[in-house]
């Protein structure tokens, strides 16, 4: 075998200055992995944000500013690898700039900004939808190499674009190392902090109507005489956001149905730690990685059955489809009152978020940058 030469890599790490949410954290994750390999090449990393410097000390980093995402993409960045000349460059957000000229792979997450059977609302807001649509399909042309994170992404890319298949690969997200089992008295300290005395079931995410939470308060509304649980939501502020209060006092829960709002991750993971099982009820998924995180953490998960969510929880979960509130509700008195049923999906759960490694994935996506390099 022909040693790789070193190569000089560059990454587009705008997307690390996002509020919160998927993108970031895969893209965190993934970047950390990377740097860590044992490898010859040198790297780059372009940000937005002058507060990341430091924050990747193996890598040189460079800040550039912009008064917009469109002149950081498509000016300002070009413009600096004109000058860095780089031999291969790393767009982890859905599109590549015009201007560069630099072989390049590119990351997919989903293809909700193109309208689709599955879901035909609008996920995104009209600014972002009408960017992405302008760009993603030139910037897919433009790719050396495509990584789209699920088969479902993947196999969406191909439906919408007719690019095919075999020019995309899969780089699987993976819980971060934060989401694991930690110690009771740690979890228990958190849950004392928000007031949690009854036992819970736990969705987090943003309250956009894919997320399909209308769903989940309504099965859990059905469900709530039969049990002593609150139902318990975690949610950033989504571009648009879904709301169940008729459904609450419909069914006379307002007590029951807590709002946390978003909450530190290491709140996140004692929550995932104490609640009784996760729900996710998602219609549209690029990946889904909350159920994976829950998984980690020992919980045991009920998740839809939609999209990519079959290739994220396996055989692990307990499935309903997204438009089924009554199995929905089932499965909350089944889990609710079967210790030895939580148990065994704690087990296959803890198991099935062992298949995902963003170590793995970082020597994925390295072998993608080196065959791009040429």
């Known amino acids: 075998m022909i040693a790789t030469p070193p190569l000089h890599i560059a990454i587009s790490a705008r997307a690390l200055s996002l509020p919160f949410g998927g993108v970031r954290e895969y893209v965190g994750a993934l970047l950390r992995e990377l740097l860590a390999l044992d490898t010859p090449h040198r790297f780059t990393l372009y940000y937005a944000d002058p507060a990341l410097v430091g924050s990747h000390p193996r890598a040189t980093e460079v800040v550039l500013r912009a008064p917009h995402k469109f002149f950081w993409d498509h000016?300002?960045?070009?413009?600096?690898?004109?000058?860095?000349?780089?031999?291969?460059?790393?767009?982890?957000?859905?599109?590549?700039?015009?201007?560069?000229?630099?072989?390049?792979?590119?990351?997919?997450?989903?293809?909700?900004?193109?309208?689709?059977?599955?879901?035909?609302?609008?996920?995104?807001?009209?600014?972002?939808?009408?960017?992405?649509?302008a760009f993603i399909p030139p910037s897919l042309r433009k790719a050396r190499s495509i990584a789209a994170i699920s088969q479902w992404t993947a196999h969406d890319i191909t439906r919408l674009t007719g690019l095919p298949r075999e020019r995309i690969s899969v780089i699987y997200p993976a819980p971060g190392p934060a989401y694991r089992q930690i110690a009771t008295a740690d979890s228990l300290a958190v849950r004392a902090t928000y007031g949690l005395a009854r036992p819970f079931f736990f969705y987090a995410g943003i309250l956009s109507a894919r997320k399909n939470v209308r769903l989940l308060v309504e099965a859990f509304g059905q469900a709530c005489n039969d049990l002593p649980h609150d139902l318990v939501l975690t949610a950033g502020n989504g571009f648009t956001e879904t709301p169940y209060a008729d459904l609450v006092a419909s069914y006379g829960i307002e007590g029951r149905v807590r709002r946390l709002g978003?909450?530190?991750?290491?709140?996140?993971?004692?929550?995932?730690?104490?609640?009784?099982?996760?729900?996710?009820?998602?219609?549209?998924?690029?990946?889904?990685?909350?159920?994976?995180?829950?998984?980690?953490?020992?919980?045991?998960?009920?998740?839809?059955?939609?999209?990519?969510l079959a290739e994220v929880v396996g055989d692990a979960a307990l499935t309903f489809s997204p438009d089924d509130a009554g199995t929905l509700a089932r499965h909350l008195r089944a889990v609710a009152g079967d210790q030895g049923?939580?148990?065994?999906?704690?087990?296959?759960?803890?198991?099935?978020?062992?298949?995902?490694?963003?170590?793995?994935?970082?020597?994925?996506?390295?072998?993608?940058?080196?065959?791009a390099a040429g």
């Open 341 to 371: 049923l939580r148990e065994r999906l704690a087990r296959a759960g803890l198991a099935q978020a062992q298949q995902f490694s963003y170590a793995h994935s970082a020597r994925q996506l390295l072998a993608l940058l080196e065959a």
């Open 75 to 133: 000016t300002v960045l070009p413009l600096r690898l004109h000058s860095d000349r780089p031999d291969v460059l790393w767009f982890p957000h859905n599109v590549i700039s015009v201007g560069c000229q630099v072989p390049a792979v590119l990351t997919i997450y989903d293809m909700l900004y193109f309208r689709m059977p599955e879901f035909p609302q609008r996920e995104y807001a009209w600014p972002d939808t009408l960017y992405m649509r």
């Open 262 to 308: 978003l909450v530190p991750k290491e709140d996140l993971v004692a929550l995932y730690n104490q609640a009784e099982a996760f729900v996710f009820p998602s219609r549209y998924e690029g990946f889904g990685i909350p159920p994976l995180e829950a998984m980690a953490c020992g919980c045991p998960v009920i998740s839809s059955n939609a999209t990519s």
